[in-house]
């Protein structure tokens, strides 16, 4: 037989076991026919010599937010040269259906563009499009909430409920993969947790899950976490905790406690799992750091507080009890799209710019917040290094970006962005199995591959096996590694070299060879 592609001696992981294999794989009509040892010769139209290079499944991301942006950035090349071949989106409760004008990323002049009415509309348009990896989605619960004309100030009536169960039976019929909701922002962050049940029992009959940005991830992250596991509980559907942390260093402690809390009820057969990203750093708004009290009413209060002496030792204290010896100023880093004032700053922390500068460090944080505002992002260094190690080890843990496309110049040109939307999976294999030794390659393969496969309903994909969709990712181990950090964030990753979707090579010795082989998924289809 002639195969389209043949992939000859690699070392294979398949996704599934536990072992490490030399051997070829066969691939023809976009399936991978055969695998075979290392001896078996294989003819194909194009042969792709593996010697050296670890063979695996396509990487899933089960947590991003490319979405309608997928219509301006079909390629995103930045996912690819990281070897993921399948993302779902839709996630913390913004959906790209329904469309409304509350949407964060709505304007006039994508009105006529965003104009689908079903969720089967939507993902249609996509691949009429085209894309170069494959994509499915969840439905939000914030955009389900602004579609029946609902606002920030309240829950539903019956009416409007019954209104949202309707899109939601539609959506899941048409493949949505679950509901998503960000409890942190409006009108989530409201008190919907009963609205969020009722929807989530048509999602558990439709055989999805709920995916859940916690309320809180740092003061408060055991009630937070407390208040998703009764919301599984009473809507008998399985949650994801998404991008699970526990922020701040005050709070660390308390993640060995959320971590056994998520134990003693798995034992209890409550389907709850969660996935994380590997870095130790957000990018958030000053408000999130800073003090509630100063930030609640704007940018103009904060100044106000921090012109006020009293007010301003009082901002002081409760920051050096939070952070002790200056940590906090250490733990936030000028980004390198920061206005003009600060750009020659990109990159160092707040601490060396105050004496840089000889500020005083509240001083400098007040001017940053007078010249961008309180919204204004940057890094902040608030997770725990060896929190993040328990959390990859658990057995039903799973890596995830949430990351944007960058390639939508309306929005990201010049948007700050995580180091993470170019790195998170060269990244987590890199420290996690070949610097760090944690975990094992296929431990650490399948946590990207077929458990978020098996979690999201994700048939065919995940894994090695024949008849299974051909994605496959193929990379050099002594030369994966993540470039995109603070300083450089939209470094590309070294080491992937080739990347299959549906049987069609999308990255080729490291470069993208111009296909758009993606298909749209539906749940269990």
């Not at 990244?427 to 975990?439: D, G, T």
């Amino acid at each position: 037989m002639n195969y389209d592609i043949a992939i000859e001696n690699g070392w294979l992981v398949d996704g599934i076991s536990n072992s490490v294999s030399q051997g070829s794989i066969g691939v023809v009509n976009g399936q991978i026919d055969c695998i075979v040892d290392k001896n078996t010769k294989l003819a194909a139209s194009k042969v792709i010599d593996a010697s050296h290079l670890i063979v695996s499944p396509g990487f899933i991301d089960t947590h991003a937010h490319s979405d309608q942006h997928l219509l301006f950035d079909p390629v995103m090349e930045n996912k690819l040269l990281q070897g993921v071949t399948t993302e779902i989106g839709g996630n913390c409760g913004s959906s790209a259906f329904p469309w409304t004008t509350s949407n964060l990323f709505y304007s006039r002049e994508n009105e006529a563009e965003f104009n689908w009415s079903s969720f089967d509309g939507f993902l249609s348009k996509v691949q009429s499009r085209g894309i170069a990896l494959n994509y499915g989605s969840m439905i939000g619960h914030n955009s389900l909430h602004y579609s029946v004309g609902l606002t920030n100030c309240g829950g539903a009536s019956r009416e409007q409920l019954d209104a949202m169960r309707k899109v939601v039976m539609q959506a899941m019929d048409e493949g949505a993969f679950g509901l998503s909701s960000g409890m942190n922002l409006l009108p989530a962050s409201l008190d919907l947790s009963k609205e969020l049940i009722e929807l989530s029992k048509i999602v558990a009959r439709k055989d999805g899950l709920l995916s859940v940005h916690l309320r809180n991830e740092s003061d408060d992250v055991l009630n937070a976490l407390s208040e998703v596991i009764m919301v599984g509980i009473q809507s008998k559907v399985p949650v994801e905790v998404s991008h699970f942390k526990v922020l701040d260093r005050m709070n660390w402690p308390k993640q060995r406690h959320a971590m056994s809390l998520l134990n003693k009820m798995r034992n209890a057969g409550v389907q709850i799992s969660l996935n994380f990203f590997p870095y130790s750093y957000v990018c958030a708004p000053l408000k999130v750091i800073l003090p509630q009290w100063t930030t609640s009413r704007g940018s103009s209060h904060f100044v106000k507080v921090c012109s006020n002496v009293r007010l301003r030792e009082q901002l002081e204290d409760q920051l050096s009890d939070a952070f002790p010896a200056n940590s906090a100023y250490r733990a936030v880093t000028i980004p390198r799209s920061a206005d003009k004032e600060y750009r020659q700053w990109s990159g160092m922390d707040l601490l060396r710019i105050a004496r840089a500068t000889r500020k005083e460090p509240s001083t400098v944080l007040a001017e940053l917040a007078l010249a961008g505002g309180v919204d204004r992002f940057v890094y902040y260094e608030c997770i725990n290094g060896s929190n993040i190690e328990e959390i990859a080890k658990a057995s039903y843990s799973i890596v995830a970006s949430d990351s944007y496309p960058i390639g939508d110049p309306r929005f990201f040109k010049n948007s700050i962005i995580h180091p993470r939307t170019f790195g998170t999976f060269p990244e987590f294999l890199h420290s996690f199995v070949y610097s760090k030794h944690l975990l094992s390659l296929p431990e650490a393969i399948r946590k990207i591959t077929s458990i978020p496969a098996s979690r999201f309903g994700i048939k065919r994909r995940g894994y090695l096996a024949k008849d299974a969709f051909a994605d496959i990712t193929i990379f050099d181990p002594e030369a994966l590694e993540s470039t995109s950090d603070i300083n450089r964030p939209r470094g590309y990753p070294k080491g992937v070299r080739h990347v299959i979707v549906n049987g069609e090579v999308v990255i080729e010795e490291g470069e993208y060879a111009g296909k758009l082989p993606g298909v749209v998924l539906r749940r269990n289809a």
